[in-house]
């Protein structure tokens, strides 16, 4: 037992509801990527959580957090930080910040992350949350992510966390040569993770898994903020 765990009862019980989540609901679904998973062991959910569900922070659901956004199911999270292959080299930019917890997890495998929220007031949570937490090397931004965020362009890696019908196009143009984007793309309630690797000339695109987002809105969406 750790020292932390002597301390503070509460905590050690959320350490190991935490590594039963990842050893129940997201390992055994094709996460084994070790350091995606030991980050999703560490980063605490539950604080991403509104208080009244955080009883139900290490199920296996998405959750809602108020203005109609939902975080993630945690294998949705695993899946997607594995398809975006991130390393401490990486500076990443994340569209969609909502509760701030694929955030956190991004920032524990990351060198720096960007993160952008069109909603103010789940931006100021997810930031307020984050610094708390002790993540140095994040930051959460308000506005409309479609446009990017040219200030610190080019990224390794962007991963969009709403589903959108069309890639926008200022998202393609600030990824890096040899660069990663992951995002869904389909119709509501209906995308498939597209994994986008920008070469020298061109880009290679890669269909993966069904995955279920809220949509991306905003002026590069095809939907309208
Ligand atoms: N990754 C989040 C879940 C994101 S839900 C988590 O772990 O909690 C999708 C989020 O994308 C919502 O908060 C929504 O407000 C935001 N969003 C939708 N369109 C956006 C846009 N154009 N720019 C920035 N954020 C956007």
Same mark, same amino acid.
Do not use: W
């Given at each position: 037992?750790?020292?932390?765990?002597?301390?503070?009862?509460?905590?050690?019980?959320?350490?190991?509801? *935490?590594?039963?989540?990842?050893? *129940?609901?997201?390992?055994?679904?094709? %996460?084994?990527?070790?350091?995606?998973?030991?980050?999703?062991?560490?980063?605490?959910? @539950?604080?991403?959580?509104?208080?009244?569900?955080?009883?139900?922070?290490?199920?296996? @659901?998405?959750?809602?957090?108020?203005?109609?956004?939902?975080?993630?199911?945690?294998? $949705?999270?695993?899946?997607?930080?594995? *398809?975006?292959?991130?390393?401490?080299?990486?500076?990443?930019?994340?569209?969609?910040?909502?509760?701030?917890?694929?955030?956190?997890?991004?920032?524990? #495998?990351?060198?720096?992350?960007?993160?952008?929220?069109?909603?103010?007031?789940?931006?100021?949570?997810?930031?307020?949350? #984050?610094?708390?937490?002790?993540? @140095?090397?994040?930051?959460?931004?308000?506005?409309?992510?479609?446009?990017?965020?040219?200030?610190?362009?080019?990224?390794?890696?962007?991963? $969009?966390?709403?589903?959108?019908?069309?890639?926008?196009?200022?998202?393609?143009?600030?990824?890096? $040569?040899?660069?990663?984007?992951?995002?869904?793309?389909?119709?509501?309630?209906?995308?498939?993770?597209?994994?986008?690797?920008?070469?020298?000339?061109?880009?290679?695109?890669?269909?993966?898994?069904? $995955?279920?987002? %809220?949509?991306?809105?905003?002026?590069?969406?095809?939907?309208?903020?």
């Amino acid at each position: 037992m750790s020292p932390r765990e002597r301390r503070d009862p509460a905590a050690s019980r959320e350490e190991s509801l *935490r590594r039963e989540m990842v050893a *129940r609901f997201v390992a055994p679904r094709g %996460v084994d990527d070790p350091r995606v998973l030991a980050a999703m062991s560490e980063v605490p959910r @539950h604080a991403f959580v509104p208080e009244p569900l955080r009883a139900r922070a290490y199920g296996d @659901h998405s959750l809602p957090i108020g203005h109609g956004q939902t975080i993630s199911q945690p294998y $949705v999270v695993g899946l997607m930080t594995q *398809r975006l292959g991130v390393t401490a080299e990486h500076k990443v930019l994340e569209i969609g910040s909502g509760s701030g917890y694929q955030t956190a997890v991004l920032g524990k #495998l990351a060198r720096s992350v960007y993160s952008l929220e069109r909603i103010d007031e789940l931006a100021r949570s997810a930031a307020a949350l #984050l610094a708390g937490l002790g993540f @140095h090397n994040v930051s959460v931004k308000c506005f409309d992510g479609t446009y990017g965020y040219p200030a610190a362009a080019p990224y390794d890696r962007i991963l $969009v966390t709403a589903g959108t019908e069309t890639v926008p196009e200022p998202l393609l143009a600030q990824l890096a $040569v040899g660069g990663r984007l992951v995002v869904p793309v389909g119709p509501r309630d209906r995308q498939r993770l597209r994994v986008i690797r920008k070469r020298k000339n061109d880009y290679a695109q890669e269909e993966a898994e069904d $995955v279920t987002f %809220v949509p991306l809105l905003g002026r590069f969406a095809g939907s309208p903020a």
